[in-house]
């Protein structure tokens, strides 16, 4: 299967901004209504993390895809994750804090939250505004095992492994 990634997260956590930034594309973001397949990225509306009745789409997008990116706003003071959520999805696992750059941003509760969720595997501290981590996070995905992705996120400057 090609590398591609699906980013799941509350709604309005940056997602389809981060998305966008992956792909190197400059226009405004709108609502996510749907599953919005592009060519190495699956991008979700946030209901679908939201609400428990659309779990059973998220796991079977999943199957589509190598790595799932978590997604959660360094400025939200909640996690809309289950905890132990990614022990359900047999992919790579990669933790992402978007909105580092936010004048509210505490980058790291948001650390904290997705160590609650994430068993092993990469957190990216991420800014679509200031481009910091994109470029992390779009290695990680070439990437096709947990070895290479943390062997690799160790030698990162906005990465780090829990
Ligand atoms: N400061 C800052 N704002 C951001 C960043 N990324 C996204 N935003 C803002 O966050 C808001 C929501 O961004 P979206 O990308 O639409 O969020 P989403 O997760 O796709 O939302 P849904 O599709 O509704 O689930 C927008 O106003 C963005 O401009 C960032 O890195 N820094
Ligand atoms: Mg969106």
């Known amino acids: 299967m090609k590398n591609r990634a699906m980013?799941?997260?509350a709604?309005?956590?940056?997602?389809?901004t981060l998305t966008l930034a992956l792909l190197g594309k400059n226009v405004k973001p709108y609502k996510t209504q749907s599953l919005i397949y592009y060519d190495w990225i699956v991008d979700t509306p946030g209901e679908y993390t939201e609400n428990p009745l659309y779990y059973k789409s998220i796991m079977t997008t999943a199957l589509e895809v190598?790595?799932?990116l978590f997604i959660q706003d360094a400025t939200k003071r909640n996690s809309i994750f289950p905890p132990g959520f990614s022990t359900g999805i047999n992919k790579h696992i990669i933790?992402?804090?978007t909105k580092?750059?936010?004048?509210?941003a505490d980058v790291d509760r948001a650390v904290g939250y997705l160590k609650k969720v994430i068993n092993k595997?990469?957190?990216v501290l991420t800014s679509a505004v200031e481009n910091q981590g994109i470029q992390?996070?779009?290695k990680l995905i070439t990437c096709s095992s947990m070895k290479e992705i943390r062997d690799l996120a160790s030698t990162l400057e906005n990465a780090l492994i829990v």
């Open 7 to 9: 980013l799941i997260g």
């Open 11 to 16: 709604i309005g956590t940056g997602k389809t």
């Open 66 to 68: 190598t790595h799932v």
């Open 95 to 97: 933790g992402v804090v």
């Open 100 to 104: 580092c750059d936010h004048e509210n």
């Open 121 to 123: 595997g990469p957190i």
């Open 136 to 138: 992390d996070l779009q």
